[in-house]
């Protein structure tokens, strides 16, 4: 079955830019979450999604939103981007129980 | 953030030789992941432990599930040049709610022939 899918992989904005970016599940899965890794910071979690739910949220400023849709798509949004949003954002899904938590491949976002 | 201590941060070994990386925490985890993550790319999972004590082995790579249910091994035997990456485990309470996996800091392995 086809994985975690997120687009774009690369994307380049100058400061104060918003942005949109996307995560499509695993079919079948009904969590996603998002993740910003930085290389000083490592792997810091955004917030989860759950049947359209916000379920969980990190230490994020309010900048950074994200919605869930009724067929479990994720969007995440940042909006007047700062430099320091420069990052690779992840999103990972999950099924029910112990099916696992798969990452997608990333979007690599560069604010200059 | 990482709030599971894991180490070493980074490996340098040569190819053909074995790897072992740990990971501790302060609270219990009823989940353990290991994943692998190559540059530019998301983490890759490699092995999922659901119960204290359970051993479990996916080729050359073999994790345990600590008794105590506080930490994790992850052993790689053989190295070869693949192996190359960042590995990190993850933690988690229930998998009710994934969006409170914990992960640790990461170990750099890094193989020359």
């Known amino acids: 079955k086809a994985g975690v899918t997120q687009t774009p992989r690369y994307l380049i904005k100058t400061r104060g830019q918003q942005v949109t970016l996307s995560c499509s599940p695993i079919?079948?899965?009904?969590?996603v979450s998002w993740y910003q890794q930085t290389p000083g910071q490592g792997l810091q979690f955004l917030f989860e999604?759950?049947?359209?739910?916000?379920?969980n949220k990190g230490n994020f400023p309010g900048r950074f939103s994200g919605r869930q849709f009724s067929n479990s798509r994720s969007e995440m949004n940042v909006s007047t981007l700062e430099l320091g949003d420069s990052a690779l954002y992840l999103c990972?899904?999950?099924?029910?129980?112990?099916?696992?938590?798969?990452f997608g491949s990333g979007t690599r976002l560069t604010v200059v | 953030g990482q709030q599971l201590n894991q180490s070493p941060q980074s490996m340098f070994i040569q190819e053909g030789e074995d790897v072992s990386m740990n990971c501790t925490s302060s609270?219990?985890?009823?989940?353990w992941l290991w994943y692998k993550q190559d540059p530019g790319e998301g983490p890759v999972l490699l092995i999922a432990?659901?119960?204290?004590?359970e051993l479990t082995s996916n080729g050359r790579l073999t994790a345990q599930f600590g008794i105590t249910r506080k930490d994790s091994f992850l052993n790689i035997s053989a190295s070869i040049p693949s192996d190359v990456g960042i590995y990190f485990c993850?933690?988690?309470?229930?998998?009710?709610?994934?969006?409170?996996?914990?992960f640790g800091a990461g170990t750099q392995v890094v193989v020359t022939p």
């Open positions: 990972a899904s999950s099924g029910q129980g112990a099916s696992g938590y798969t």
């Open positions: 079919s079948g899965h009904r969590s």
């Open positions: 999604y759950f049947s359209e739910t916000q379920r």
């Open positions: 609270s219990i985890f009823n989940t």
């Open positions: 432990l659901y119960k204290a004590g």
């Open positions: 993850a933690g988690l309470m229930t998998t009710d709610s994934w969006g409170k996996l914990q």
